[in-house]
């Protein structure tokens, strides 16, 4: 058994009402580590990356590595890569990886760089909007790329090696920024990508292969150009904390009213989070070690938020911070603008008592690109309300998440079923939760 395959549970009951008190540490982000462990195949030096997240997106990535012939080795929280010689891949193991994860997509890069062809599964992740990889496509199709869609996958074709040409995102897409670069390392000449995304989990990505030897720069004004090299080395790299498992944590203690201590936890990559907490009413304290998370004011305040991408609000930090808002004096408005489907998991807050509603209008101001669709993309949420405990089935990651903190704060006790979703983002949750104080009755 590898180090990341920990004993998995389908569900788990536990009694809410116990303030939260303690300490958690986060590792390497999920949605960090992932790309950086890709970037790998690129070169055919050996590459480590340390202090990663145990968790199960991180396995499915050490299998699809193994599946281009190369060595993933985890030690110690330390990942080691080595591929020396990258094979194509068997497709029905892409397939089937594709369907567990949003990254295989990605390794389309080192395969045309090394191969000269690559496969592409159709995505696969968390359920929460259509999630397309059209970006992705049209741009590889500019670096030069010969594509045919098949049933589940595309083939792709560039015998020369790809060419470095001018993309422009028509919306600032994460995995279509970090497709561009991990395509255009090694295309022959200039790369320049507009509109592109710059998460630190991005700049993180491009600190990487500059260690690799890439030459890449970020402008001001979300343009990135990447000039082309011949060859990538190997790299050593300690991983980026997950700023969004820290942020869970945070609504985790003040909805609690308890008081967490986040070791791990960056200011930095968390400052429109940490206003939006205070404005709350959450309360934190920063140093060298991390952020301590507690509420700070004896009632929440109601407010008005939308997510967006960096550096706006988070979609992903939205799920707890609902939890948090429905025990806010007042009728706050969350607008979801990165995707068409986030709210789907408020139905069940509201059985445990909240009281949201979801509009398919803007809510609050700014119009998105739903703007006029029939999409539920923002809620108002109405509080203080009491939770009580339920039986709830999580559909995603992050929902997953929401419901784990709304049952903590509910009175009386939840059974979580599909709990194994969390394990793809979050490493040992049930053994952190108990550790905080939380009353885990049985975990299954
Ligand atoms: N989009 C397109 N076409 C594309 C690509 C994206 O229309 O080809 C749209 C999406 O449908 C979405 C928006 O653009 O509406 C943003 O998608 P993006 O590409 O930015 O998301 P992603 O790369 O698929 C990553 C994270 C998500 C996180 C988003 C936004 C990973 C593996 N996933 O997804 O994380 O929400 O960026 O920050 O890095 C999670 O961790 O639970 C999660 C969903």
Redesign the pocket.
Known sequence: MSETETKIASYLRLNGGQPLKGEVVVHGA??SV?KQMVAALLSEETSVLEDVSLVEDVEIVSEMIRAFGGEVEIEDRKVTIKAPELKFPDEATMIALGKKS??PPLACGPMLARIGRAIIPMPG??N?????????IDALRLLGATITEEECSFHLDAPEGLKGAKIALE?P????TEQVLLSSVLADGVTELSNA?V?PEIIDLIAVLQKMGAIISVDTDRVITIVGVKKLKGYHHVALPDR?EAASWACAAAVTNGRIKVVGARQLDMMTFLNKFRQVGGGFDINSEGITFYREADELKSISLETDVHPGF???WQQPFVVMLTQAKGTSVVHET???ERFGYVEALNTMGAQIQLYNQCLGGKECRYAGTSYLHSASITGPTKLHGAEIKIPD??AGFSYVVAALAAEGESKLDNFAVLYR?YEDLPEKLKDLGADIVEVG
């Open positions: 999920k949605n992932s949003r990254i992740g968390c929460i909007g259509r999630r397309p990889i059209n970006f992705h919306y897409s994460v995995g279509s995304a998460e969004i988070m979609t992903d990165v995707y068409e990651l992050r983002g």
